[in-house]
């Protein structure tokens, strides 16, 4: 394999030059200032006079890189940290800021529509396309005065790509690991599109389909030695305090992966002020495992399993969901008007789990966890000029979320329709937030620009129900109850000089519990942790502040550096109980969901890049956040503990260049240790369920054949680094993709 991927870059190497022109792609980012964001605001503003800490990747920046899942495209930001742990069958992945860990703290738009759904507050990448978008938009620190619950550490804004002219794409490409089985095998990626204006009317429709065999990232272990009862082939290891011994003695089979996506959008301009816009995509996925493999043989050399075969068992998970929105924008004179209704159906959300009994040659019974959910959402804004130099916004927006969720048991746990009787364990309830706000922009001086605003959010949650059945059967039916939040923030943009700007910003930001917190205990059989729902949870908010200084030095050279502080209060954290409980003959240990007390985190974020022309970049980041924990009355042992999943260093680095038809992206990315377990005894590296530092380099080499034809190949983790992100990380690969555009 390395041979062939070698005769590749050579032939395509020695063929630029043969075909260099002076049209090659622009690498620089000199425009990058011009680049309007409506995120930041919620109106449309260059970047460079935007408040607080924006970034922006374009669709041409994404192109550059091999992004499989959408969420890889934000990984080279500062102050951002994505979680993705195991390739594209990574569900739990998330997209976090400033050491603010947890899906729900991190509100997800997709043209300003919440994606994080009603359940879990869970961040669905799963089916989400790249090339669907034009640009994604970055807004780190306290948001709720705009945007309401989740966002906390930040808002990441997806704007859908609509055609300007007739337009077709077909990619497609192939990949697999590189001298290593820990890697995403025969991985399958095509994506086609087709957009057209027709007069006043756009139009636009795609299809996106992935798979791969995956490859095993589960591990199977024990405490208790093998070969003491005649069994060879277990590899000893530690738990992840490296103080317990612990042995391999297999894995779980190669996990699989599929997803696609299917979109399609349309775009009217009644006139030059007015407009709507009717979209639907789905999204959907599914991750599987092959047949386990056991490391242990007997004394006559057949294959042994222990603890048990049900321990070395995965089941099956899907997600689909529809997402159907209407956007509208008029302007009325000089008020500006823009209305927003959607519907996020996610009509599946399951996975199953085999029984103690079941065995790897016969399979048996299990468990179907099933929970479907809907987010209704509105939102309607005006925005007025105000003396001609300032700009008053102000809206109204309702969301109603409603999740119900039932275990379900299985006559075969590798049939998720083969429900055997009614559901065992079952919660759910509804939330509904009514919310206004309104926010300032005014310009005091020519180069300074003061932003002032506050929203009002009322949340609900009813309807709450919980029970289980069986010994001690349970049925509970929740009060309803309310909490009032109001959330301001304020924001300076100082430009005391050509080329330099200053910014400075503070608000403060909440975040409502999630329906499955407070009302859904279920159990993690890949973590053996049993999470206890909690009725009484409120929400947590964070009081935040950033100050930063944006500088332009010589030509094409710029950096950034911002310094931030975020304090939390009533924290929504998962507390590690010293009780366990038995399910299915396994012991889970008892996790709860609680309003911790208080936390702060704390840290530094630096940029700097350099244009050498139009065909070659460099760029660096580097990001500091300390992250504590700062008050615990029920447990003081865990205060000046590091919050869960918030690495203290991270770096990235990399080279953009282009010759001619020759196009090379090289990156580099560091990611500190970080903790899984709140009391930060997992300290250990290097082994199964340990949150190890790694350092990975990344290459996309492309070759533009044509005006409408690239071919190109990347090769990830390009020094086949071996780590654990609790999993077994994704090892060398290659990806070869060929990408016509008419």
């Known amino acids: 394999m390395r041979r062939r991927i070698a ?4 032939l395509v190497t020695t063929a630029a030059p043969l075909q260099a022109r002076g049209d090659g792609q622009d690498n620089s980012k000199e425009t990058s200032l011009d680049e309007v964001v409506v995120t930041a605001t919620r109106t449309e503003k260059s970047i460079a006079d935007a408040p607080g800490s924006v970034s922006v990747v374009t669709a041409a920046e994404m192109k550059k890189r091999n992004i499989q899942s959408v969420d890889e495209a934000l990984n080279m930001l500062p102050g951002v940290f994505d979680s993705r742990r195991k390739g594209l069958m990574g569900t739990t992945s998330s997209v976090t800021f400033r050491g603010l860990s947890g899906a729900g703290r991190s509100l997800l738009l997709l043209d300003g529509m919440p994606l994080n759904d009603a359940y879990s507050a869970s961040q669905p990448w799963g089916g989400l396309n790249a090339q669907n978008f034009s640009q994604i938009e970055v807004v780190r620190g306290p948001s709720s005065s705009l945007y309401g619950g989740n966002a906390m550490g930040g808002v990441i804004n997806f704007l859908s790509h609509m055609p300007e002219k007739r337009e077709f794409t077909l990619s497609s490409g192939y990949g697999g690991g590189l001298e290593t089985d820990a890697a995403m095998d025969r991985l399958w990626s095509s994506y086609t599109s087709y ?27 024990t405490t208790t030695n093998p070969s003491a009862s005649g069994i060879s082939g277990a590899h000893p290891t530690t738990d992840t305090t490296g103080k317990a011994t612990k042995y391999i003695t297999g894995d779980s089979g190669d996990n699989g992966w599929w997803d696609y996506s299917a979109a399609i959008r349309a775009h009217y301009d009644f006139s030059d002020t007015a407009n709507i816009r009717i979209s ?41 969901q529809d997402m159907y929105t209407i956007h509208a924008e008029a302007l009325l004179g000089q008020v500006k008007g823009k209305f927003l209704f959607g519907i996020n159906d996610q009509h599946e959300n399951w996975y199953t789990t085999p029984g103690s009994s079941a065995t790897v040659a016969n399979g048996g019974t299990g468990t179907k966890s099933d929970s479907p959910s809907r987010t209704y959402f509105t939102d309607l ?19 109603y979320d409603v999740a119900d969720s039932d275990n379900l048991p299985l006559s075969d746990y590798e049939d998720e329709d083969s429900v055997s009787g009614p559901s065992t364990q079952w919660g759910g309830g509804t939330t509904q937030t009514y919310s206004t706000y309104l926010q300032a922009e005014i310009a005091l001086l020519d180069n300074l620009t003061f932003y002032a605003g506050v929203r009002d959010d009322y949340w609900v949650s009813n309807n709450g129900y919980a029970g289980f059945s069986g010994t001690g059967a349970s049925d509970q039916k929740y009060p309803e109850k309310s909490k009032n939040s109001i959330n301001p923030k304020g924001a300076l943009v100082w430009k005391p000089l050509d080329g330099t700007t200053v910014r400075i910003s503070g608000g403060r930001a909440f975040r409502a519990p999630q329906l499955n917190q407070m ?20 929400p947590e908010t964070v009081l935040a502040w950033d100050f930063g200084i944006e500088q332009k030095l010589w030509k094409g050279a710029k ?3 911002t310094y931030f502080e975020n304090y939390i209060d009533d924290m929504i954290y998962t507390v590690t109980l010293s009780s366990t409980t038995s399910i299915g003959g396994k012991n889970y240990t008892n996790v709860k969901y609680s309003n911790l007390g208080a936390g702060e985190t704390r840290g530094v974020e630096l940029e700097a890049e350099q244009s ?12 500091y956040t300390s992250s504590t924990i700062t008050e615990y009355d029920e447990n003081k042992s865990l205060e000046g503990k590091d919050l869960q999943h918030a690495p203290r260093h991270m770096i990235n680095a990399g080279l953009d260049a282009s010759y001619g038809p020759l196009s090379f992206f090289l990156s580099g990315r560091y990611v500190a240790k970080q903790y899984g377990s709140d009391n930060n005894s997992d300290k250990a590296n290097g082994v199964y369920g340990s949150y190890d530092p790694f350092f990975v380099m990344d290459l996309k080499a492309g070759y533009r054949v044509t005006d409408w034809a690239t071919l190109s190949l990347s090769v990830n983790n390009l020094l086949d680094r071996t780590y654990y992100t609790y999993y077994v990380a994704p090892g060398r690969s290659w990806f070869a993709n060929l990408d016509l555009r008419f």
């Open 519 to 538: 009302y859904k205990t279920w159990s993690s059989s890949s973590t053996s942790k049993l999470y206890l729902a909690n009725p009484d949870l409120n």
């Open 195 to 221: 957009g057209d204006r027709i007069g006043k009317l756009r139009l636009y429709a795609a299809l996106s389909y992935r798979s791969t065999d995956g490859y095993p990232s589960g591990l199977v272990t």
């Open 381 to 399: 804004q005006l925005s007025v000029p105000v003396l001609e130099k300032h700009i008053l916004t102000g809206g109204f927006s309702f969301r």
């Open 612 to 623: 050498l022309g139009k065909n070659l970049r460099l760029f660096a980041g580097y990001t």
């Open 280 to 320: 639907w995509l789905r999204t959907a996925n599914k991750y599987s495992y092959d047949p386990p493999h056991t490391y242990l043989r007997d004394a006559s050399g057949a294959e042994a399993y222990r603890p048990g075969q049900s321990s070395y068992l995965n089941g099956d998970g899907a997600n689909v």
């Open 559 to 561: 950096i950034k550096a």
């Open 7 to 10: 005769v590749i870059l050579a």
